[in-house]
């Protein structure tokens, strides 16, 4: 797994230009706007870097070659998982390091954990995203998994729209279920969420696995 490591860290940041552009969109961003924007901003960036190794990799059919490798299908898929999570929280760390620095040249308080809350509510949406991509993106390849993703935001949208028709039979019930939850221990609610999360990924996992092994190369 250290090889594919290897080339995936190479594949992604191959061009030092790419760096430097990394850095002056994620430092104007953070400039510009709140500063806590820019940590979104960079773990949001450094996932769309990570996802696009999997398009290099399938790039004039690589992925024969990499299976020539010593390295399967199961090994395969964990390397790709742990490059994104370290990437992702590559980005989370950048990110916070841009944030502080754009509010000391703007003369403004150093809100830490404000910037630490908003990169632990983004960082677990993204590594999901992720999660949810590799398996389409090894399921459809480069192409079809760019309508089957358009496909499932519609059908998000489609669910926000039925929501948003059935507002006045789901408004009444807000107060209680906001209730319910502020009774509560948070480290129960941030505990529920994270067991959530992790077993979510680790079941995109083990399907991205079984994509891959049913792979005709």
């Known amino acids: 797994m250290k090889g594919l490591l290897i080339k995936d860290f190479h594949l992604a940041f191959r061009n030092s230009r790419n760096l430097l552009m990394f850095v002056i969109i994620c430092l104007v961003m953070s400039l510009s706007l709140d500063p806590s924007f820019g940590v979104g901003y960079a773990i949001l960036l450094m996932g769309t870097i990570a996802l696009g190794t999997l398009t290099y990799d399938e790039f004039e059919n690589g992925f024969p070659f990499l299976m020539s490798l010593p390295a399967d299908a199961k090994t395969y898929v964990r390397e790709k998982f742990l490059f994104c999570f370290l990437c992702e929280l590559g980005g989370a760390i950048f990110g916070l390091a841009f944030a502080v620095l754009a509010s000391l040249i703007r003369g403004q308080q150093i809100v830490l954990g404000e910037y630490l809350s908003f990169a632990a509510g983004v960082l677990p949406a993204m590594l999901l995203m992720l999660a949810i991509m590799i398996a389409i993106q090894l399921k459809y390849g480069v192409e ?74």
Do not use: C, H, T
């Open 144 to 217: 079809k998994s760019r309508l089957v993703m358009i496909l499932l935001y519609g059908g998000f949208a489609g669910i926000a729209v039925f929501i948003g028709a059935q507002k006045e039979k789901i408004i009444p019930v807000l107060p209680d279920i906001a209730a319910f939850l502020q009774k509560q221990p948070p480290v129960l609610l941030v505990g529920s969420l994270l067991l959530v999360l992790l077993l979510l990924i680790w079941l995109l996992y083990r399907l991205s696995v079984r994509i891959m092994e049913n792979k005709e190369f």
